[in-house]
Structures are given as C-alpha cells and as structure tokens.
C-alpha cells in the first residue's frame, strides 16, 4: 500500500503555507497515521484542502489549466492565496510500503505570459539512505528536464548522477504533469509506481440522489465519487463472488439501524438492485426508495469492504444526513478498518463531536485562520494536556465541543 506520511501546501487559496505530517524538511515530525481527520470551524480550510487533494487528481486526468477551473474553482487567479508572489506548490511525503526509503514528489504550478496555468516544476526524488542526500530520479522544469529508468539511480543537488541511467526528456504538453507521460512507459519503473498510486485515489462526494437513479447494466468495482453507480458495484460484487457479497451485505446489514436484510435481485436484462428489509414490514424496498441516511451508511460500508481498496480515500463531512448516535459507530468502523491493514489510508473532514469522540488525538488535525486569514493546522495531541485527558477517558470530541481545544 502506498500512503501519504505528509503533505506540504502552499499558495492554494486559504492554504497559504501548511504542513501536515512528516515532509523532507520536516522530517522530525510525525507521519501521518492510517486515518486523518480534520476539524475546524466553517471557513477555516477544511473544503479547500479537501479541494487540493482533488485538484491534484484532477490535474492527472484533465491537466492543469482544464483542473484550475473545473468543480467550480473560477481559474488560477482565483485558487492562487491573496496577496501571493509564489505560484501554487504542492508536496507529498510517500512512502510505497513500510520497508521502502520514502519518496518526495513536488508540484508548481504557474501561469505563463498568457495567463495559461501550466506546470513549471515537477520533481521526485528518494534517501538511498536514512542519512544521506536525495537523489532526484525525476526532475522537470517548464518540461524539460530528466527522468532515470529502473527501480534505483538519481543525480544529487550538484548533478552528479550517482546511479541508474539517465534519460533527457522533454515534453510536448507542459499543461499535463510529467509523471502522466512518464509513468505510461514500463521503463520507469518507480514513476509508474507513484503514478498508480495518485491514480488510484478516491475522493467520495457520495449523493443519494445520484444513488437513486437507474443504473445501466454494467458491473463496476468500484464507487464513483457521487455513488450513482451504487448498483452497478453491488452487480459486480455479485458476479465475483456470490457468497463473499451475500456475506458483506450480512456485515453491512447488521450495522445499519432497522434493517433486517440485504438481498441483491437481479431482472431478466441483467440488471440489478439491491432490496432492503425494514423491521415491521413484510415486503423490501428497493434501494431508489431507501432514505438517504440508509443509503449513506449503506455506501460508506461498502466502501470499508472493497476488494481490491482505493489506497487513499477523502471524504467531506460524513455526518452530512445522518442521524448523530450512527456517528461513533461509523468513526470506529473507519478506524478499525484502516488501523487493522495497510491497505488504504482514509482523511475525513468533520463537524461532529460525535464522530470525533470515537477517534485518537493523534489522528485529528485543527484548521484555523491566523490573523491575516490563512490557514494553519495543529494535531489534537499537541494541544496542552489533551493527549493526557483522552487517555484518561475523557471523549475527544467532547473536549472539542466544551472548546477545551481548537
């Protein structure tokens, strides 16, 4: 499993300069864990830095200019921080497995005489050694640069090339991030790795009534980010394994309130839909006439019991819909499942104290504005005696709600 140890923002609206977790020049901090949650009052970041992970996604797919004003954002001029000389720049602290040396990737994004965003520097380098210099293995600037073939190899900050050989690239797009172009060639193998990773992100923006619509016959394994496909997984599912689904849906069932039983029907075109017992009633309902609540739960459970799991996962305000005793359940249920594996990492923005209440201090994040109105972020633990009262049993979340902290 790949997993983000930490993240280092800046110039991106409110996210002025952030760091969360543990970065290249931060690396006496403490990486991030399995699950990180972020709070914060409204208006304090918590969307935007949600928006950031997506905005990176989506500069893999559509490209820079195309992701600067796509889900509303209005352009680089209008994500670029107020007041900022610098471009937008992004840096992820990867590591691909626990006994991997971990990777850096950097990210500027400018704009050119024009006014176009395109990317102005891209670079990715790794530690041979715990001590030691990086070495970078992919290095790009207005995309022309570098890129080292292989598994091992990379030039050091004098231009030395240590190992590996070393390919001159430049790129006909400089509107696209390198690594889309690099990581399709087999014979970069560690780009293509990274690539696969950020590829394989997930961030849910789950609505029941995208739920709710019907769905063509088209098995699909995994979620889209508003749940319109909810269907079309469970027909998936189904086809792979009848009994592992029949299990999980027993799984699902037993932790979503007034349900009795799941049972997937499929039509004669091959369609399918899931029905749903309610207590008291003798007939199921077919899931277009759930409640949204119950879709919600429904699909976030799922979610905890894919296959093959995204290995990062960003949702925004689960409570959103939900009925507030459902919300530690749902916490420890996300905990449990990424705490228990290495197989996806889950950050999740929250208003609630009761989903907080079910969560460790070490995993919750504060976002608030200083006093010229850029964000800042602090762990819970680090707040004065927090870490100690919540080892004591006093709930987080009720800490946060009495303003002990944040």
Same mark, same amino acid.
């Given at each position: 499993m790949g997993k983000i140890e930490g993240i280092k923002i800046q110039n991106y609206g409110p996210?002025?300069?952030? /760091? !969360?977790?543990?970065?290249? $020049?931060?690396?006496?901090l403490q990486p991030l864990g399995n699950l990180t949650a972020i709070i914060g009052p409204s208006g304090n970041g918590k969307s935007t830095l949600a928006d950031a992970f997506g905005f990176i996604a989506d500069c893999l797919e559509i490209g820079v200019e195309a992701a600067c004003d796509a889900n509303n954002r209005?352009?680089? *001029?209008?994500?670029?921080?107020?007041?900022?000389?610098?471009p937008i720049s992004f840096e992820l602290y990867y590591r691909e497995n626990s006994r $991997?040396? #971990?990777?850096?990737?950097?990210?500027?994004?400018? /704009?050119? &005489? !024009?006014g176009r965003p395109y990317v102005q520097q891209e670079r990715l380098r790794y530690r041979v050694q715990k001590i030691g210099r990086p070495l970078? +293995?992919?290095?790009?600037?207005?995309? &022309?640069?570098y890129a080292f073939e292989g598994k091992d190899g990379g030039q050091d900050e004098d231009g030395n090339v240590v190992s590996g050989k070393k390919v001159e690239v430049e790129l006909s797009d400089i509107r696209k991030p390198g690594i889309v172009t690099l990581g399709a060639m087999k014979q970069y193998d560690r780009i293509e790795q990274f690539l696969s990773f950020l590829k394989s992100w997930y961030l849910?923006? +789950?609505?029941?009534?995208?739920?709710?619509?019907?769905?063509?016959?088209? #098995?699909? #394994?995994?979620?889209?980010? /508003?749940?319109?496909?909810?269907?079309?997984?469970?027909?998936? !599912?189904?086809? *792979?394994?009848? &009994?592992? +689904? *029949?299990?999980?849906?027993?799984?699902?069932? $037993?932790k979503l309130p007034g349900i009795t039983r799941i049972e997937p029907k499929k039509f004669e075109n091959g369609q399918m839909m899931l029905r749903f017992w309610e207590k008291g009633f003798d007939e199921p309902f077919y899931s277009s006439r759930m409640s949204d609540g119950t879709l919600k739960l429904f699909a976030y459970y799922l979610l905890l019991h894919e296959k093959n799991p995204r290995e990062l996962v960003f949702i925004e305000e689960p409570e959103n819909g939900l009925y507030h005793h459902y919300l530690a359940n749902l916490a420890k249920e996300m905990a449990d499942n990424v705490n228990g594996s290495? &197989?996806?990492?889950? +950050?999740?923005?929250t208003h609630s104290p009761f989903f907080v209440n079910a969560l460790n201090p070490k995993d919750v994040w504060v976002l608030k504005k200083d006093e010229e109105g850029y964000t800042t972020a602090k762990k819970a633990s680090e707040y004065d005696f927090v870490q100690e009262l919540s080892e004591e049993g006093v709930a987080l979340g009720d800490m946060w709600y009495s303003r002990y902290f944040g």
């Open positions: 996210l002025k300069d952030i /760091i !969360m977790g543990r970065t290249l $020049s931060h690396r006496e209005g352009g680089y *001029e209008r994500i670029l921080s107020q007041g900022a000389a610098e $991997s040396t #971990p990777i850096t990737y950097e990210l500027v994004i400018s /704009i050119d &005489k !024009m970078s +293995f992919l290095y790009l600037q207005n995309g &022309k640069g849910c923006y +789950f609505s029941p009534d995208a739920a709710r619509r019907l769905q063509t016959v088209a #098995p699909q #394994p995994y979620l889209d980010r /508003i749940g319109s496909n909810i269907n079309n997984v469970a027909q998936y !599912m189904y086809r *792979e394994n009848k &009994k592992d +689904f *029949e299990k999980v849906l027993g799984q699902i069932q $037993s290495n &197989k996806k990492q889950l +950050f999740i923005t």
